[in-house]
């Protein structure tokens, strides 16, 4: 079993198909204690995507919990934050045990998608 899990968050619902979603972010859920699962948040826009990323957490048995991020400055790159985001994270818990997992100065690249 892998120790960790990205899950992207959106905010459409799953009863009205009519509402698609507007917003992307993402959960990294550390999987290395067993039995004490830790779904740390990513939002590019604090707060927005709470509700949703605590049921996804509460699906997977995981402790919710904000993980810092920069923040976008437009209503429509929260897709390439995610994108930036996971790679960053990706990159730093490959390099060893004790990654960082603070994405507060995170830089993202629309272009370099």
């Known amino acids: 079993m892998a120790d960790f899990l990205f899950l992207p968050v959106n905010d459409a619902s799953a009863t009205d ?4 979603g507007s917003h992307w972010s993402f959960l990294l859920v550390d999987r290395r204690v067993r039995g ?11 707060g927005y995507n709470d ?4 049921t996804i957490a ?3 048995g995981a ?3 904000d993980a810092p991020i920069s923040q976008q400055r437009n209503e429509y790159d929260c897709g390439v934050f995610v994108v930036d985001g996971t790679r960053a994270l990706v990159s730093r818990l490959a390099a060893g045990p004790q ?4 994405l507060r100065n995170l830089v993202v690249d629309r272009r370099a998608l």
Not at 51 to 54: E, K, L, P, S
């Open 63 to 65: 402790n919710l919990q």
């Open 99 to 102: 990654p960082d997992l603070n």
């Open 58 to 60: 509460e699906r997977v």
């Open 36 to 46: 004490r699962l830790v779904a740390y948040h990513y939002d590019s826009v604090l």
């Open 17 to 20: 198909l009519n509402r698609r």
């Open 51 to 54: 509700r949703f990323a605590a």
